[in-house]
C-alpha cells in the first residue's frame, strides 16, 4: 500500500419523521364528498383512485340494469388541502424528566 493512508468508510443513519399534512399511500381522503385512495406518491403528486357510482337505468324492454364503470385515477398534489380520513394521531412518546 504505498504509504498511502486508508480513508474509513462514513456512514450514517438518519431517521426523520415523516410530515403529517403530506399525503402518503393507503390514505383515504374525501373530494367532492366521494371517498378516494392513495395509490402512489412521489415528490410532486399523488395518485388517487376513486370508484365511479353505480348507474341504474332500464332498457327497452322494462328491464333494470346496473352498471358499475371502471374506477378513475387522478393526480392531486401531496400537500393537497383534504382531510385524511384514516390515519390515526400520533401516540404521545416518552418525555425526558
Known sequence: M?????QGELFALCWE???PLRLRVHDVIRIDGRLGRV???NDCAA???MHRPVRTF??????PVRFQQSPITFRVSTYSATKILNRKP???G???A
Open 2 to 6: 504505498s504509504g498511502i493512508p486508508v
Open 17 to 19: 419523521r415523516p410530515d
Open 39 to 41: 395509490i402512489r406518491v
Open 47 to 49: 395518485v388517487v383512485l
Open 58 to 63: 332500464k332498457t327497452r324492454f322494462d328491464k
Open 90 to 92: 400520533p401516540k404521545a
Open 94 to 96: 416518552r418525555r425526558a
